[in-house]
Structure formats: C-alpha cells, structure tokens
C-alpha cells in the first residue's frame, strides 16, 4: 500500500513513518465520548495497526466509523507471546516510511501493555513517536481518589498466588505513606485481590476503588480498610483501578 503524500513529507523529514499510540475505550460505552476529534481524525486516516487482539481492533474501528474497508487494513498482533526477536518484522513497515498505530486491548498503549516493548525499539530505531489524547484509567482513578497526585508508584498487577499477593500487598502498604500507590487486576481476579486487601491492610489505610470508569456503571469511592470491611462491593467482571494511601 503506498503511502499518502502526508505520509511521504514526513518520512522524509525523519528519515520514517509515524508510530501512532492509539487510545481507545475502557469499556463498551463507545469512542466518541471519551476520544477527542483530533485523536478520531489521525485513527481513520490509518491503514496499518499493530494490536494486541486483532477482532477487538477491528470492532474499535468500527465504532469509530473508520472510513476505509476493514479487510483491506493491515494487523499485526504484538501481545504477550511475541517474541523479542519480532519486534524487527514489526518495525521495518515504519523504517520504510508507512504510518502505524499501535493500539491496546483497553485505554493507552504500553502502560501495562506489551507494546511497551516496540515504542521503545522505535526511540531506538529513531521512528517518531506520537502518543494521541485518549482515556488512562491509572490517571482518572488518581484524579478521583483524592491521594496524593503528585507522588505515586503503578505496579501494575500483583502476583497470582495467594501468599505472593498477600506479600505485595504488605510491601506496597508500607510505602503507602511516601506516595500514592496504584494497581490493578483482571476482572475476574478482582474479587480474591480485594479480599486480600481487606485481610491484610491495616483499618486505617485508605483505599480507592475505581471500577467501570468512562461507563455508565462508573463507581468510585474511598474508604479506610476498616470501612470497606463492612460492605465491600461486588468487583467480580468490573475493571478497577485500586490505589492505597497511608497518613505521613
């Protein structure tokens, strides 16, 4: 597919193409809400993505009202089974002067997400990067939780296993004093990390539950231990945001 003449200006300016960082929806409640014109304009002028899911990418386009046949788009899958050695096959499209974007299963790409791994092989490649405006749901938990915003650490997810988690979960309580502390889980794994929380945390330590942010179902709220003990709520299937704070 040849590139447009946008495209071509730019490639010879920086010697590449473009690597996009496509935001898209936390949930099913729809792009145009949360996605702004400018970000909605670069995504339906590209004809290449490199995805973690490719159905799910296509059924993002789809909602927002990507203009160009989808059989006719380019995917190529980057998740957690590519390997180290494929980010090369994965970069040389934008070494030729194409545009990409690069987009996640759900909010910003490469924050807890694999395509971490090619932006950096990009810087590395000298591939401009731009990142487009889109929803993080780290950042509107913070925004929300009433923490401190100017200090915090993400972990990211925490491990598995109970006796692990209960481990981490001890380890990120006692760094909550100096900054805000902030992870997530899988849906389904919500339930049985919450309780962790709840059986380890001391009663005193504030904790924010940010679950369904941008969706209709949104729910935020922060509580000490203590008070989240007596009516937790139902997190089962719910993406969240959970972040602890303790008084200096």
């Keep these: 597919m040849r590139a447009s003449p946008l495209s071509e200006s730019r490639a010879a300016r920086f010697g590449t193409g473009t690597l996009y960082l496509v935001p898209v929806a936390l949930g099913d409640g729809g792009a145009s809400p949360v996605l702004p014109p400018a970000t909605l304009e670069v995504v339906r002028s590209l004809h290449a993505f490199v995805v973690e899911n490719a159905k799910s990418a296509r059924r993002f386009l789809k909602s927002v009202a990507y203009p160009h046949p989808l059989r006719q788009a380019r995917f190529c899958v980057l998740d957690e089974h590519t390997r180290e050695g494929d980010l090369d096959a994965l970069l040389a499209p934008l070494l030729a002067g194409e545009d990409w974007g690069l987009m996640s299963e759900a909010g910003c790409p490469t924050v807890a997400d694999p395509g971490a791994a090619l932006v950096r092989r990009a810087h590395d490649a000298g591939v401009r990067v731009v990142p487009l405006v889109g929803p993080s749901s780290i950042v509107l938990a913070l925004m929300a939780s009433g923490m401190n915003g100017q200090r915090f650490t993400f972990h990211g997810y925490l491990p598995v296993d109970r006796a692990e988690r209960a481990a981490r979960v001890r380890e990120i309580e006692a760094r909550a004093h100096q900054a805000t502390q902030v992870f997530i889980e899988t849906p389904y794994r919500n339930p049985a990390l919450l309780q962790s929380l709840l059986e380890t945390c001391r009663a005193d330590t504030l904790l924010c539950i940010a679950a369904d942010l ?29 972040l602890l704070s303790r008084a200096s």
């Design 214 to 242: 941008t969706l209709p179902a949104e729910f935020i709220a922060t509580r000490v231990i203590a008070d989240w003990k007596k009516k937790p709520p139902d997190l089962n299937q719910r993406p969240a945001v959970f």
